[in-house]
């Protein structure tokens, strides 16, 4: 008969390891600079649709969600929400519309000058926010076998919420994140 190991109980000491301790600093960096970037880049981008018009034809039956609601009236309808923006058709409108934000975008600040043209900051930055997400459940998750592929849609969102909070209010931890909460929240009004 197959003998079962069972894993001791994940205490809290397990999720306060200078490893998770690291992570959770990483993912709360790179979630303030994914949200400020992505604020920024649709300031921009709905600067320009109000500037100027940009339409989208009326869709099928199957759109769902937003794109069916952008798409229900007869004939075109001007797109004003930039996660709609998929839906304008006119390719030599859409260069225009993205070459002005990359101009935008660089002259703001918010792009660096060796990031292509054609790459989004913001979703660079969402990129690096994901990587970060799967470091830190990979750490805090290694006493009781938890990996980032093992975890989707809420469970993944859950389990983030519930390691970050326990390490940043965990009275060990609590003063290294005092002054990063600092740091991160004058960089958040920038």
């Known amino acids: 008969m197959p003998t079962t190991t069972t894993r001791p109980k994940p ?27 992505r604020a920024k880049v649709n300031a921009i981008e709905v600067q320009l649709l109000t500037e100027r018009e940009f339409t989208a034809t009326l869709g099928t039956t199957a759109d769902t969600g937003p794109a069916r609601a952008a798409r229900s009236t ?30 935008r975008e660089r002259a703001a600040g918010i792009k660096p000058a060796a990031m292509s043209d ?5 979703l660079a930055a969402e990129n690096l ?8 459940i990979d750490s805090s998750g290694r ?9 989707a849609g809420e469970k993944w969102a859950e389990w983030l919420n519930l390691v970050v909070r326990m390490v940043v209010n965990h009275p060990s931890t609590r003063h290294h994140f005092a002054d990063a909460k600092a740091v991160l929240a004058s960089y958040n009004r920038k």
Do not use: W
Request: hydrophobic share 40%; proline share 6%.
């Open 11 to 37: 205490t809290v000491e397990d999720f306060t390891t200078p490893e998770v301790i690291r992570d959770v600093g990483n993912y709360l960096t790179a979630r303030v600079i994914a949200e400020s970037t």
């Open 74 to 103: 007869k004939g075109p309808t001007r797109i004003s929400d930039p996660k709609l923006f998929y839906l304008q058709q006119d390719q030599a409108a859409a260069a225009e519309f993205y070459a002005e934000a990359n101009r």
């Open 118 to 122: 054609d790459h989004c900051p913001a």
């Open 129 to 136: 926010l994901l990587d970060a997400e799967r470091v830190l």
């Open 143 to 151: 006493p009781m076998g938890i990996t980032h592929d093992l975890l």
